[in-house]
């Protein structure tokens, strides 16, 4: 079956490349450009993965996780934040807030495809 | 005449011309070839690359303090178009309009400035294929129109059709020139004024 | 989709990202205080997301440079470098550097030498803040290196103050995750690895989540540690080890001497244990001291209370069950905030070319329904005239939807100035304010691209000559600070966009003195005054006694004239000694909707803008008088002149009996039309001529009637204009 991941990031370039690393391996990208755009999406339909930017306007990625993490439907979906060297701290936010992963930016299209597919599978 | 231009984006209806949609379509590819149309019994050409269609001509709205050469200003499937008598382009008189009367829709000017202009003639003939080499240079003298308006002479049997060089018959600087010359000529204003629009041109007063 | 597409998607975005970044920097300035950490936060999130972007394409020229940039915006953010002007500027001169680096980027690939250069240079200006506001902790030293080691720097107490615990040891909490064993891992395995790289001082199991006997699962890992570990390993060597199973496991490090707020992170984020069993966890294994725990359960405690809604929200957001009224409340007004946000953002990028496609197809749509309309009546088929008018309305409210996408706003041109007002002022030396008025008015796109440059030359005019020196100012008793106003607004079916300023003003004497002398102007040639300050547009034509280099010779101005005049729009100059002067230019709203009212001439139809008249009367001949070449009427013991459109426009056919006379007003006067018949109202989009007719007076524009058939429309303000001058003229003679 066709697995669904959501690329939740305000940069479009960023969420263009990601498409791009799965789009290939069969996986169907749902792109979403800040928390907020990300809630009102996962109501749209079931996603299996989500890949979190922190730092984004209107809604940031931890509070996005946490709301993630609060919904019934979605409690349980990985989820992977996407971080920067100069974030850590970020990380252990995200890791107690339910992250399952995380992928430091600048990241190479596969590192982020072997990261999806090791949690989604 | 009822119909309206926009209906008549197909081939002029009640014509035994070769032209026909595919035809346009298919001839849209090759650079030799040429749309012929009639005007006051001579044969011109344009270069069929540039011709996006041919309308009936219908309902037509008339501009003021034009030059008499702007026939005035068509709906082309919402886009107001200017159309050109080129018989009066070229000087000569206006033809009568008849059934056979047409606008041919043109392309000219590039890339941001495009833009499309009616022209107005006699009877559109058929398309042709003219070699480059069958392609005189234009006469230095004896055609009826001018000169620069002249691309080359199209050999065709024993005859000749003049192929125009639709960047100079339609070059909207010249088209625009043209009309502010006319337009300030009537001015009484103080000579030194040179402002476009304050001549308080009234030409058909009193 | 393509890698060249992401790229290209990479370079709009880091240009919309620079352009909202040099936006909030401006704001900055005139911002309260409370507003200025989300401003901040902007500002680093746009050259966060600049610089991050850029390192997934490892766009190093623009990675390089934009990451020293963003360290010190993050300095900023944490209130550890101050805000001063200096700064602000330094950092806009940053943004339009990174600018540079994209374009220079995206049109051969990489940055030029010269902007590694400059790259350099304003690198050691932002050192300069880096290292004032850091004092020892900050790694300016190593900054171009796009910073990917970073991490390993891990986080040694930023100050000196006691917030420090005095621990030499990294500390280790590790909850080893259920599936560990089912995943083939062995904790001690773990352990006994970490003894590679130090040396475990202390460890502490704990068996917290052993179930009764009954519920035990043999294969469920329950075990917990708290580990106090000697090494000068980094964070990130240390982290390496538990690399496999930090998916499922909790795995939290503390560095060596971490502060208090660190501890009491990590216990809050051990989210399934008791607040009170981690600090005595804590205690027991030796990390913290007893004093140490109840200061950071203290400041937790006051840290609660502060910002209490919020901490409620992350309890519950690990916990369900403990819903209370609270949260339900804050959640509540997160909802109405999203969908606040969702409004905002439900916008989409479409090409203009399509949405002009779309606008011609619905135009097309409106005249073969109109048509259609028209034959029904003819059938004379109640059923159908009935469906049919229906249809109609429907088809014109999809019309004016249509139309409006195309309408932009003009504030976002407007903005732009802030910056070249606040630059120039700084160069001339000068203090300027910028007022902004009428952002919200729309106009088409078109139109408001090719504003700009005529903007720009009017606002740079303004500040280098129509504001005068802050000395000057003060001799004259004004305030020191200069206004600079930009204003738009719709009147009488045009816009009207004005750049005002409250400087010198302008002196007609002088004008016109000049203007002779440079023979632009004859010597005994009568002008009005607004005929002399229209001067000012001229080609050539400069009143600055110094010229400066900003808006130079007077060359700029009569491009100005020049580029409004091709969009078929006028200026007007209002000026007074001392007071200011404003440049107003008034331009047809092109492909906008606007109310018309149909009035014919022989055969032909004309649309008025509906919003110009103000009457129609029926025209008698008797009535009327000539003076000087101009007919007049009296309409209720008022003059009113008279334009015969007929005459105007040398339009053919038979003449009727009756005729009427539309009373127009425009530029503050009330001028009649003479026509034929009234045709009633009709709602036009207005087609723009193009090229050909370009100069032509009195028309500005033509529209598509429900047949079909194109009308043209008036240039009501350019007819009137035309009758007062040939007025004045008449008189002068």
């Given at each position: 079956m066709e697995k669904t991941v959501m690329i939740v990031d305000d940069s479009a370039s960023l969420r263009q490349l990601v498409v791009l690393a799965l789009k290939d391996s069969g996986y169907r990208v749902v792109e979403a450009c800040d928390g907020v755009d990300g809630l009102s999406k996962l109501d749209a339909g079931r996603v299996h993965l989500i890949i979190s930017d922190?730092?984004?306007?209107?809604?940031d990625g931890l509070t996005f996780l946490k709301e993630v993490k609060k919904r019934p439907d979605t409690r349980f979906t990985p989820v992977i934040m996407l971080t920067t060297e100069?974030?850590?701290?970020k990380k252990d936010e995200g890791r107690a807030a339910g992250a399952k992963a995380w992928v430091v930016k600048p990241f190479q299209p596969q590192q982020m495809l072997a990261a999806v597919n090791k949690l989604i599978q | 005449m009822t119909q309206t231009n926009t209906k008549s984006s197909l081939p002029v209806k009640g014509q035994s011309t070769a032209v026909t949609a595919a035809g346009l379509a298919a001839a849209g590819?090759?650079?030799?070839q040429y749309l012929t149309f009639k005007l006051q019994s001579e044969t011109y050409a344009f270069g069929?690359?540039?011709?996006?269609e041919i309308l009936e001509y219908g309902k037509i709205t008339k501009v003021p303090m034009?030059?008499?050469?702007?026939?005035g200003v068509i709906n082309l499937r919402g886009e107001v178009v200017p159309v050109v008598n080129l018989a009066r382009r070229f000087g000569l008189k206006a033809s009568e309009i008849t059934k056979r009367t047409c606008v041919v829709i043109i392309e000219i000017g590039a890339e941001e400035a495009r833009h499309e202009l009616g022209v107005m003639v006699d009877s559109v003939s058929e398309v042709l294929e003219i070699e480059d080499d069958q392609i005189r240079p234009?006469?230095?003298?004896?055609?009826?129109?001018?000169?620069?308006?002249?691309?080359g002479m199209g050999k065709l049997n024993d005859d000749f059709v003049i192929i125009l060089d639709q960047d100079k018959v339609l070059s909207v600087d010249e088209l625009a020139a043209v009309q502010q010359v006319r337009d300030m000529a009537p001015a009484h204003l103080p000579e030194e004024d040179d402002d476009d629009d304050s001549g308080e041109a009234e030409p058909g007063k009193g | 989709m393509s890698m060249e597409a992401a790229l290209q998607t990479y370079f709009t975005e880091a240009r919309e990202m620079l352009e909202d970044m040099e936006a909030q920097l401006l704001e900055i300035e005139h911002q309260d205080a409370d507003a200025l950490p989300e401003t901040l936060n902007a500002i680093f999130r746009a050259a966060h997301t600049v610089k991050g972007s850029a390192s997934l394409f490892g766009l190093d020229g623009i990675v390089d440079f934009t990451h020293v940039v963003e360290n010190l915006l993050d300095r900023m953010r944490d209130g550890d470098v101050g805000v001063s002007p200096e700064l602000v500027s330094l950092l806009l001169r940053c943004q339009d550097h990174i600018a540079t680096l994209v374009d220079e980027t995206e049109a051969d690939g990489e940055v030029s030498e010269d902007s590694r250069i400059l790259s350099r240079a304003l690198i050691v200006e932002l050192g300069a803040y880096l290292d004032e506001g850091a004092g020892s902790a900050s790694d300016t030293s190593g900054l171009p290196a796009a910073g990917k080691e970073v991490e390993q720097a891990h986080d040694y107490p930023e100050d000196e103050n006691d917030d420090t615990v005095d621990n030499d040891c990294w500390h280790i909490s590790l909850r080893f995750g259920r599936n560990s064993f089912r995943d083939g891992m062995d904790p001690i395995s773990f352990l006994r690895f970490l003894e590679n790289i130090g040396t475990v001082r202390h460890i502490l199991i704990l068996d917290?989540?052993?179930?009764?006997l009954a519920d035990?699962?043999?294969?469920?890992c329950y075990l917990g540690f708290e580990i106090r570990f000697m090494s000068s390993a980094t964070k990130k060597e240390i982290e390496d080890v538990f690399e496999f199973i930090r998916e499922d496991s909790d795995i939290h490090i503390l560095a060596p001497y971490s502060r208090l707020s660190d501890y009491i992170d990590l216990i809050e984020s051990m989210?399934?244990?008791?607040d009170r069993r981690i600090g005595e966890i804590l205690i027991e294994c030796g990390a913290l001291t007893e004093a140490e725990l109840a200061k950071a359960l203290a400041l937790q405690a006051a840290a609660e209370e502060a910002d209490q809604s919020r901490r409620l929200g992350e309890i519950v957001a690990q916990d369900?069950?403990?819903?209370?009224p609270v949260v339900d409340a804050a959640a509540q007004k997160q909802t109405q905030m999203r969908d606040a946000i969702n409004r905002k953002q439900k916008s989409l990028r479409v090409d203009a070319d399509k949405l002009d496609h779309l606008i011609n197809l619905v135009g097309e749509l409106v005249t073969a329904g109109a048509g259609t309309f028209l034959q029904a009546q003819i059938l004379g088929n109640a059923e159908l005239i009935e469906s049919m008018s229906k249809l109609n309305d429907l088809l014109e409210e999809m019309r004016d939807a249509s139309l409006k996408l195309r309408m932009v706003a003009i504030g976002a041109t407007f903005s732009k100035f802030q910056r070249v007002v606040r630059d120039m002022a700084a160069d001339l030396d000068k203090e300027v304010d910028l007022a902004i008025t009428g952002a919200d008015t729309e106009l088409d796109k078109s139109v408001v691209e090719k504003i700009g440059d005529p903007l720009m030359h009017l606002v740079r005019n303004a500040v280098d000559h129509g504001l005068e020196s802050s000395a000057e100012r003060e001799a004259a008793g004004k305030p020191l600070t200069g206004t600079i106003s930009l204003n738009a607004y719709h009147d009488s079916g045009n816009i009207v966009i004005e750049v005002g300023d409250d400087g010198r003003g302008l002196d007609p004497d002088k004008i016109l003195a000049k203007a002779r002398e440079k023979g632009?102007?004859?010597?005994d040639q009568q002008l009005s005054r607004a005929e002399i300050f229209d001067l000012?547009?001229?080609?050539?034509?400069?009143?600055?006694?110094?010229?400066?280099?900003?808006?130079?010779?007077?060359?700029g101005m009569d491009v100005v004239r020049r580029n409004v005049i091709e969009m078929r729009g006028r200026t007007e100059i209002d000026s007074a000694p001392g007071e200011g002067t404003t440049i107003r230019i008034i331009l047809p709203l092109t492909l906008a909707i606007i109310d018309g009212f149909v009035v014919g001439v022989g055969k032909a139809a004309f649309v008025v803008?509906?919003?110009?008249?103000?009457e129609c009367v029926e025209f008698s001949e008797v009535d009327q008088t000539e003076r000087d070449g101009q007919t007049y009427i009296n309409l209720r013991g008022n003059v009113l002149p008279l334009v015969n459109i007929r005459h105007r426009f040398g339009v053919q056919g038979e003449r009727p009996k009756r005729r009427s006379v539309v009373v127009v007003k425009a530029e503050g006067q009330s001028v009649g039309l003479v026509v034929d018949r009234l045709m009633g109202e009709f709602q036009t989009v207005i087609k723009p001529l193009g090229?050909?007719?370009?100069?032509?007076?009195?028309?500005s524009g033509s529209t598509i009637m429900g047949s079909g058939e194109v009308a043209l429309i008036l240039d009501v303000q350019g007819l009137v204009q035309q009758i007062t001058r040939g007025e004045r003229t008449a008189a002068n003679h």
């Open positions: 922190v730092n984004m306007p209107n809604m100069s974030a850590a701290d | 590819s090759d650079e030799n069929i690359l540039n011709v996006k034009m030059p008499d050469f702007i026939q234009a006469p230095g003298f004896g055609a009826r129109i001018r000169n620069d308006f002249i691309r | 917290d989540w052993l179930p009764d035990y699962d043999p294969e469920d989210s399934e244990e008791s369900d069950d403990r819903l209370t632009l102007v004859g010597e000012i547009l001229r080609p050539g034509f400069s009143t600055a006694e110094q010229v400066s280099n900003i808006s130079g010779r007077g060359v803008p509906l919003d110009v008249v103000q090229p050909v007719f370009t100069g032509l007076s009195g028309i």
